[in-house]
């Protein structure tokens, strides 16, 4: 557990790995540590924080919470451990290593209801979450980020289901989001036409659309039933089907001209969608070639 104001002995920790990313004021942390000195894990911070255990050993752990419980229980893969904004949280850990994915969400968010410290809890769907953002963790492509979008989102979304609790939760807008205008889902497609090979973000598709970020996805969904980042997948994969049914280009080609990170991206991803690996497709009968 880290954060950009760490004390000097946070500092000290033995980090292994680290990547940080951002998002409309949360925050994701996917680490490792190596923990076989005695480590201290400190909070008190104006925001939620999440800790999902992902990996590791543990010998030896001991937390307290200024309001909540204290608990020497080792954490198991998938245990959650919830630090409710303006807790004093600390913690002593030793073992080999510890990784983990920390989740950073703005209190002001959830202001219409307590969230209560935990230790050790389970939730299921929490850690299919935080398990997939880290194996994330390595890729830096636009597909990459758009997912690390939709999954914060809905980190956040069930935090403020699962873990508010008390007063009465904010109610969701009755509107529903308008789908985009066949104005708007032409200037999507030209778009794309040419930049597949280029990085596409977020912000270039709302810029295109002259949208908010906020309001992407929701009209993505409204629109199409997908979010944007499955939205740019299925055309970056329609068009390396293309591709390969009308030219020679080797896949790397391929992969690099669709805006897939590398060969094996591209395959993965053509193989789960089409159910059969590129090079399946030269040299089958077009009636039966997947669509």
Request: proline residues 4%.
């Amino acid at each position: 557990m880290q954060n950009e104001n760490a004390s000097s002995n946070e500092r000290q920790r033995n980090v292994l790995a680290r990547r940080q990313w951002s998002d409309q004021s949360r925050q994701l942390i996917v680490a490792t540590e190596d923990i076989t000195k005695p480590t201290d894990w400190c909070f008190e911070e104006s925001w939620h924080a999440v800790v999902v255990h992902l990996g590791g050993r543990l010998r030896r752990m001991e937390s307290v919470f200024s309001r909540g419980p204290s608990s020497a229980v080792l954490p198991a893969i998938g245990d959650v451990w919830v630090i409710p904004a303006g807790q004093r949280y600390a913690a002593i850990a030793q073992g080999e290593r510890a990784h983990f994915a920390e989740f950073h969400l703005p209190a002001q968010a959830f202001d219409c209801g307590r969230v209560d410290a935990r230790v050790a809890h389970r939730d299921a769907f929490l850690h299919q979450l935080a398990d997939r953002l880290a194996h994330l963790a390595a890729r830096e492509d636009d597909l990459a980020a758009m997912m690390r979008h939709t999954l914060i989102e809905a980190v956040s979304l069930h935090f403020r289901d699962v873990y508010q609790r008390g007063a009465e939760r904010a109610k969701p807008s009755s509107r529903s989001a308008h789908p985009l205008s066949e104005r708007q889902r032409a200037r999507l497609d030209e778009f794309l036409a040419v930049s597949l090979h280029e990085s596409i973000r977020l912000e270039h598709l709302a810029v295109v659309l002259d949208v908010s970020e906020s309001q992407l996805t929701q009209r993505f969904k409204a629109t199409f039933g997908i979010t944007p980042w499955q939205y740019v997948l299925r055309a970056r994969l329609a068009e390396a089907a293309r591709l390969l049914d009308t030219t020679d280009w080797s896949v790397s080609d391929i992969a690099l001209r669709t805006g897939f990170s590398s060969p094996s991206h591209l395959a993965t991803a053509y193989g789960k969608h089409f159910g059969a690996p590129p090079s399946g497709r030269r040299g089958a009968p077009a009636s039966s070639r997947p669509d």
